[in-house]
């Protein structure tokens, strides 16, 4: 019970230091993480986004505009408008021509297709003749009407088992200004793929074009996207507009519960939105990590110091307590300790009703002996005293300096014989004990007063009786045990 009330007082404290730790800890931890986390964003966006924005941009230049030079390098090539003029005599000169445009570049095809002959020329030759009744052809009669010098346009090549091609379609001019035809060369979409994974790769970013309808035209095959028109993407959908009036910037958008940051280029060249993105969430990984860190160091540091100041308060409670309840003298307990432990006994008695008997012992002439040799002599010779009588007692048993010269004995599971013959051993082992004064020896007895609680009684009628008994063996001459049985 005694040491229950006494944890209970130290919870209060070791609460509250808990509390204020983490959360000054936390607070922190947590303050650090979001000024971090801004910082990193805003120099995402201000200044790493568009730097590899740019860095992709030329490497477009370099991969995917190409074709578009090529293109209108063969659309005003002398040879090509002279060959046409010249009312397209010799067909393998065109498919010589085309042949090594396709070489010479890499090119997945090359094409011409004549408006006065409608011959669609290949590098393997005249590949056949459009028609505008013709639903595949369509796109050539298109080209035909169409303002701007060129077109690109994503179609089957029919000159490559239809495989999925990349086309840029660039008209073609005589040197008066009549058209003459279309010519160009075609990439096929898995080629143009591959280019976007390896730059998504090297950068670590999602790539993707989008074309002036806010749809998605070109991404990775690896990406796990679908073509899909932008306003039907979450996040995006309100962004889009106003995307494509800027023709580029900076942007944030928030998607299936993740943040992104984009930028975005207009490539006039290829009539495409590049976009890249970045996803908050790898953006961020690095610093989350350090956070998680930081909190699991601010929570070990936590324990670290609610643990020494536990044990910190522990000893000095424990302290303070031995210093409240024990007699600064003797080192027995004092009178406040023992209303505690004389309750808990006597509640233990009603569980289990075992016999408790009551020494009360009192040191004869003592106040001879403070006169003789004085205060010091004589606290020392208490101090002995306690030492000696405490040597024969039990664990259980309860020893209490009560005032003075005066020591009181809890004697549990013990009744009034058994009680007598320790009281006897005690006065014995003090008689018998010599005590020094300097290089004196001097004559040390006890009287001793013994009871047993008789089952129903207060204690302190036990106490009563058992301070009678000591009054009798003074009385008796001293050096004795008298013992006083209940009435």
């Not at 990590?289 to 100041?309: D, E, K, R, S």
């Not at 005066?406 to 009744?415: A, G, M, N, P, Y």
Request: aromatic share 10%; with cysteine; glycine share 6%.
């Amino acid at each position: 019970m005694y040491s229950t009330h006494r944890i209970f007082q130290r919870q209060p404290l070791i609460l509250l230091l808990s509390a204020l730790l983490v959360t000054g800890f936390f607070a922190t931890t947590l303050s650090s993480y979001y000024v971090s986390k801004k910082a990193i964003l805003d120099a995402i966006v201000a200044r790493e986004l568009p730097l590899t924005s740019s860095n992709i941009y030329s490497e477009i230049q370099k991969d995917l505009v190409q074709p578009v030079l090529i293109s209108s390098t063969m659309a005003h090539d002398t040879f090509l408008r002279d060959w046409v003029l010249g009312g397209e005599q010799d067909g393998e000169a065109m498919a010589h021509y085309l042949r090594e445009i396709k070489g010479r570049y890499g090119a997945f095809s090359s094409f011409f297709v004549s408006e006065r002959s409608a011959s669609y020329y290949t590098g393997e030759g005249i590949l056949k003749r459009v028609s505008p009744q013709e639903p595949r052809d369509a796109w050539y009669y298109r080209v035909r009407s169409m303002q701007e010098p060129y077109e690109i346009n994503v179609d089957p090549d029919l000159a490559n088992r239809d495989a999925l091609t990349i086309f840029v379609n660039y008209r073609v001019f005589d040197f008066d200004g009549r058209f003459l035809g279309a010519t160009g060369i075609g990439l096929t979409v898995d080629a143009v793929r591959r280019l976007i994974e390896d730059y998504q790769q090297r950068y670590q970013r999602t790539i993707y074009f989008v074309d002036a309808e806010g749809k998605i035209v070109l991404f990775g095959n690896q990406s796990g996207r679908q073509e899909t028109d932008l306003r039907a993407t979450e996040g995006l959908r309100d962004l889009v507009d106003r995307i494509l009036r800027e023709k580029s910037g900076s942007y944030q958008y928030r998607s299936n519960g993740s943040e992104h940051l984009l930028n975005v280029n207009y490539i006039p060249e290829l009539k495409w939105y590049l976009f890249v993105e970045k996803g908050v969430d790898s953006a961020l990984a690095e610093i989350r990590q350090t956070l998680y860190t930081n909190l699991a160091v601010c929570l070990g540091i936590t324990l670290l110091v609610l643990f020494l100041t536990h044990v910190a308060l522990r000893r000095y409670q424990q302290r303070i307590e031995k210093l409240a309840a024990t007699d600064k003298l003797t080192g027995l307990l004092n009178r406040q300790a023992f209303g505690i432990l004389i309750d808990k006994a006597f509640a233990d008695y009603r569980r289990d009703p075992r016999p408790i008997s009551i020494l009360m012992i009192d040191v004869d002439h003592f106040k001879t002996i403070n006169d003789q040799h004085g205060h010091v002599v004589g606290d020392r010779i208490l101090n002995q005293v306690a030492t000696r009588f405490l040597e024969g007692l039990r664990v259980s048993d309860i020893a209490v300096r009560w005032g003075g010269e005066e020591f009181l004995i809890v004697l549990k599971s013990c009744d009034l014989d058994h009680a007598r013959r320790i009281a006897e051993h005690v006065r014995a082992a003090i008689e018998q004990t010599e005590f020094k004064a300097g290089k004196q020896s001097i004559a040390v007895t006890v009287s001793i007063g013994v009871s047993q609680y008789d089952g129903a009684e207060p204690y302190e009628a036990t106490i009563s009786r058992a301070d009678a008994g000591l009054y009798a063996a003074k009385n008796s001459g001293r050096n004795r045990v008298c013992t006083e049985a209940a009435s």
